[in-house]
């Protein structure tokens, strides 16, 4: 099959590997493009389609374009419905965009800026009380979350086969497991959550595009400069 167009991101983007997730459940292909952060979306090419200068951003093979990790995501899960990436009915639908949501503001966001303030050195005046207090929020959705988990029979969030949902949960719990979840939060405070990623990322479909999830043996603790 002909890839169905081209995505602009860096592979370890949660955001990219959400959407070549979905291009893969749904049998697509789209083609990733080299790219070097700062260089490519700076250049007039990249300028002239997509102003922002963000990525990830989707050019189809006709011309249409699209920017927003999760909007493309979606936009890929609907090519495809027999695929199921966006449920069975609108009722299913609509969990699935409450739990992508959730998995992006209340996860993602909280653990994603421990990472960038303490592991990639993006927010150099990063502080204790800031990581607390990101850990903490991340802490209550993420009890929320485990106890939502053991109630369900298949382990997924929506219904018995993989969604969208499952597929952005499992990108925002790898972060989480990068920064605020040691060995311990994962086999004990968060097993079903942990589990969840497990089931998600073993996939035959997609487990490549996730790779080794490089935990932490320990949550990260503040250390002053």
């Not at 990830?56 to 493309?72: H, Q, R, S, V």
């Not at 739990?99 to 502080?127: C, Q, R």
């Not at 990581?131 to 219904?159: C, T």
Request: proline residues 5%; glycine residues 6%; contains cysteine.
């Amino acid at each position: 099959m002909a890839p169905i167009g081209k995505l602009y991101g860096h592979a370890r983007q949660p955001q990219t590997k959400a959407i070549l997730s979905a291009a893969a459940v749904s049998g697509l292909e789209i083609d990733l493009l080299p790219f070097e952060f700062g260089v490519t979306n700076k250049s007039p090419e990249f300028t002239r389609k997509f102003p922002l200068a963000k990525i990830p951003a989707f050019e189809d093979n006709e011309g249409f374009k699209l920017i927003e990790g999760t909007a493309i995501a979606r936009y890929v899960s609907a090519l495809v419905p027999e695929a199921g990436l966006l449920g069975r009915d609108v009722k299913e639908t609509a969990q699935i965009d409450q739990w992508v949501h959730f998995a992006d503001s209340e996860i993602y966001v909280p653990a994603g800026n421990i990472f960038a303030g303490m592991v990639a050195k993006y927010l150099p005046a990063f502080t204790e009380e800031q990581r607390k207090h990101y850990q903490e929020r991340a802490e209550r959705s993420l009890k929320f979350l485990d106890d939502y988990l053991a109630s369900r029979p298949s382990g997924l969030l929506v219904n018995d086969s993989l969604t969208l949902a499952d597929i952005v949960l499992a990108t925002a719990v790898l972060r989480a497991g990068q920064t605020l979840c040691g060995a311990k939060e994962r086999k004990q405070a968060y097993r079903h959550v942990f589990a969840h990623f497990e089931k998600v990322t073993s996939d035959e479909r997609i487990k490549h595009l996730f790779g080794e999830p490089g935990f932490v043996d320990e949550a990260l603790s503040f250390k002053a400069e």
